[in-house]
């Protein structure tokens, strides 16, 4: 019996989430106005202050202050995500996406030796559904992981999600430890008795043996944008409409700015997003790799090294103009994939982008449907049916969204010992999901 059906004997839980009909973040969106109202927020109050007092801003500051100011910002007092809220991601949509992940870890862990510690870290894990999965794994493979030491790192700025995952995640009978003032703001323990802390910073998280794990976390990081002009690549600002107090809009800078550095010489392209912060996030993440070993396993919306203006905004399940009523949508950008490639280069090895659809094929997510379908109603079926639809369909998110890993160099180019210990056939890359995972 293959690791993924062993899966299936444990309870269903929630194996039928409910699916909607609604925008996913990754829709390709023109960043164009829309004939919306526009709300004085407080949000927007707090920037025409700013500019005022400091002059027009870069789209990366705009979407800093919107998303993450800590008094503010979009992310931080509010539940986005699901029916209810402005999006839903993968892992809301469907148990079995997180379960595939659950068990990439385990490949992952079994095939560079099962090492006897490991620290799961995930960037920005929202309501918390997608470690929640993972963990259930963990506990149902207890066997194959028995002698393993596993401890859970969430990296989160909001307030209000942190709350709502230590709901989804933790043991009620044992009390939270809060303290705001430390960089370990929150501690606990797992439903299944594992350790738990959440950190602000990536950087406070502890160096040693760890699988890191970003879904939908890079594309909310700030872009810088440029345009290229007959005087050269000019950077987008956020100003003041002159013809109305009260509004914003995207204007010009009339001369060369710092971020211009990321652009690269040969660029093509006539217009360019550009993401410092994630790329000081995955040489963060790269070093980390290289120093200790473990993986991270990045999965977002994004292009490698070819799309132009991506920056939009979400609000109610629908695309909403990225300067009107500031902090009250979602602001994203897609992810570029070459970049973070170069940044992860010389310290780590790196594998894709490549389809969610292939990544989720490759780990036997027909397998995990056909057990689950066999175990549920008539309904439930209907909606594990939607839900694999959804995660899929090149024409939904099959194709939109795309996996990329950063593993240690020995990990893909060292000798026989280090190949997959969990497959059986040699296929093209030694790593489940970047190739056929085919269980002993
Ligand atoms: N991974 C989840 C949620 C994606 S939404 C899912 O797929 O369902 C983005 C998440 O990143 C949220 O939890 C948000 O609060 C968090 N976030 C946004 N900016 C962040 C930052 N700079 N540092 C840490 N977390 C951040």
Redesign the pocket.
Known sequence: MSVLARVGVGPLCAAARAVMPCFWRGKYFSSGREPAANQVTPMLRHLIYKIKATGPITVAEYMKEV??NPAKGY?VYRDM?GQKGDFI????ISQIFGELLGIWFISEWMATGKNAAFQLVE?????G??SGDILRVFSQLGSVLKNCDISVHL????EK?SEIQALTLTEEKFPLERNPGSSVYMKGVTKSGIPISWY?DLQDVPKGYSFYLA???FD??PVHKFQRTPQGWREVFVDIDPQASDKLRFVLAPCATPAEVFIQRDETRDHVEVCPEAGVIVQELSQRIALTGGAALIADYGHDGTKTDTFRGFCGHKLHDVLIAPGTADLTADVDFSYLRRMAEGQVASLGPIKQQTFLKNMGIDVRLKVLLDKSDEPSRQQLLQGYDMLMNPKKMGERFHFFALLPHQRLHGGSHLMNACQSKPSLSPVAGFGELAWR
């Open positions: 998303l993450t992310y995500l991601t993968s892992p809301e960037l920005g894990p929202g309501r559904t997608l990296v989160e700025v909001s999600l602000r879904h939908e976390f909310v990081l």
